[in-house]
């Protein structure tokens, strides 16, 4: 089991920067997928970025390339999101998530451990 804890969330202003952690626990993440997913009030919830074990390959939703950017730390079993020029529409509850597996993938049926989610409001 693979426990996900997720920190940095808060309100920030539009234009504004933030960086999620996603600390993990009871295994080693190394030859992990991670991903970020992220659910708007009254919306689905919605593929972010997810990044390999290695951390060579990344892929990003074309709706923050260029302004977000994943990272991890294998060492720390910790991965980052890195928030830049956030908008309004970047409102959402943040969620971190492992896959079993090395493959990059967007569905969330396809990750199998979840954090509870951290909160991050930007406003205009």
């Known amino acids: 089991q693979v426990q996900l804890v997720e920190s940095g969330g808060g309100l920030v202003q539009a234009g504004g920067s933030l960086r999620l952690s996603c600390a993990a626990s009871g295994r080693t993440i190394n030859n992990y997928a991670m991903g970020w997913f992220r659910q708007a009030p009254g919306k689905e919830r919605e593929f972010v970025v997810a990044?390999?074990?290695?951390?060579?390959?990344?892929y990003y939703a074309d709706s923050v390339k260029g302004r977000f950017t994943i990272s991890r730390d294998n060492a720390k079993n910790t991965v980052y999101l890195q928030m830049n020029s956030l908008k309004p529409e970047d409102t959402a509850v943040y969620y971190c998530a492992a896959r079993s597996s090395s493959l990059l993938r967007q569905r969330e049926s396809d990750y199998d451990y979840w954090g509870q989610g951290t909160q991050v409001t930007v406003s205009s």
């Open positions: 990044i390999i074990w290695s951390g060579v390959t990344t």
